[in-house]
């Protein structure tokens, strides 16, 4: 008998801790430290830019409310908080980074290189000089 009240107490408890489980979000981070500093990009209008592009849910821009989106900024970086369950893509992201550094001109500078599984970084192009090959002509 105690044992079936054991393995009953125990059911019963998974049954009521499903219902009080917790979503779980994805968060990515679009890191812009080395432009910002250099007071290149301003991240005030690239939040501004995601938030108006963003497509969630049905495929439409403007229901990042609705669908539990959330995008936050610091001094240097975006963060886009999304739950799990709504398969917010990261390629989305470096999509429309790509395009607010075309809109803005800087797509000739910087590039868009993920850092981590849920992050990307702005980072400058690594210009070298091709002086030696002509030299050798």
Same mark, same amino acid.
């Given at each position: ?6 393995? *009953? ?6 049954? @009521? ?8 979000? $994805?968060? *990515?981070?679009?890191?812009? %430290? %080395?432009? $910002? ?6 991240? %005030?209008?690239?939040?501004? =830019?995601? /938030?108006?592009?963003?497509? $969630? ?5 403007? /229901?990042? %409310?609705?669908?539990?989106? $959330? ?37 000739? =500078?910087?590039?868009? @290189?993920?850092?981590?599984? /849920?992050? =990307?970084?702005?980072? =400058?192009?690594? @210009? ?10």
């Amino acid at each position: 008998k105690l044992i079936i009240c054991v393995m *009953f107490v125990i059911s019963l408890s998974k049954i @009521i801790g499903k219902g009080k489980a917790k979503k779980s979000t $994805v968060k *990515f981070v679009i890191d812009c %430290a %080395a432009p $910002v500093d250099d007071k290149v990009l301003d991240i %005030a209008s690239f939040e501004k =830019y995601l /938030n108006e592009r963003i497509k $969630v849910g049905d495929g439409k821009t403007g /229901n990042l %409310a609705q669908c539990g989106v $959330v995008i936050t900024r610091d001094r240097t970086k975006i963060t886009v908080a999304s739950p799990q369950d709504l398969g917010f893509s990261k390629r989305q992201l470096k999509y429309l980074s790509k395009r607010y550094l075309k809109k803005q001109q800087l797509r000739d =500078y910087l590039r868009v @290189i993920a850092k981590s599984k /849920n992050s =990307y970084e702005l980072k =400058y192009y690594q @210009i070298t000089a091709g002086d030696n090959e002509e030299a050798d002509e």
